[in-house]
């Protein structure tokens, strides 16, 4: 049976813009990341991701150039955004692999996927300008335990989720990310690379 939808600001949000990289076919994006702001604020949680992902700088898994750029957060019921600075553990993760990326690499998603521990809604956390070929890819899917980078974000985000304070479900509960992460093509991004 289908869930009924719940709208997109049932909970808080918190929205990370950052660039990809690779000379100029260089995109931005926004990850969202749904949270509890009684139980956590953006800044930890930002501060928590730059520590995570610190792990790779130099690791050659992200695009040169990949940057965060900017933050926002919008209230649980709100319709409006508000800035929030980027703390210094998140901006100083720049990627320093790969120069030049294709408009096809420009389209690939790493896609982090879980469901909601008691509401079963699908949840899912996608990440661009990361190189494959410096991971191991098999059946469109890495192991995140074969890459730094991935391994430490699904470990946030599983410790997180699963306390309820952070990459939260729509619902707004507690999260269990799959062991897997996807490797993908985004049909959207694959349209603006056409373009």
Not at 30 to 46: F, G, H, K, N
Not at 48 to 69: E, S
Not at 184 to 189: A, E, G, K
């Amino acid at each position: 049976m289908a869930l009924p939808p719940l709208p997109e600001n049932n909970t808080d949000r918190l929205f990370i813009y950052y660039q990809t990289g690779g000379g100029t076919t260089s995109q931005e994006h926004v990850m969202t990341i749904r949270y509890d702001a009684t139980l956590t604020d953006p800044s930890e949680i930002m501060t928590a991701l730059g520590t995570a992902m610190q792990a790779d700088v130099g690791g050659g898994h992200l695009f040169d150039g990949w940057q965060v750029l900017r933050a926002e957060t919008q209230a649980k019921g709100s319709l409006f955004r508000f800035p929030v600075p980027v703390p210094g553990e998140l901006l100083a993760v720049l990627g320093t692999g790969q120069e030049v990326a294709s408009p096809t690499d420009q389209a690939r998603e790493v896609r982090f996927q879980g469901r909601g521990t008691t509401s079963g809604r699908k949840v899912s956390l996608s990440l661009y300008g990361v190189i494959g070929a410096a991971m191991l890819e098999t059946d469109f899917r890495f192991d995140p335990a074969a890459s730094t980078l991935l391994g430490n974000l699904r470990a946030l985000m599983q410790v997180r989720g699963a306390a309820g304070t952070s990459f939260l479900n729509i619902g707004g509960g507690p999260t269990t990310w799959y062991t897997y992460v996807n490797w993908q093509y985004n049909s959207h991004w694959e349209s603006q690379q056409r373009a």
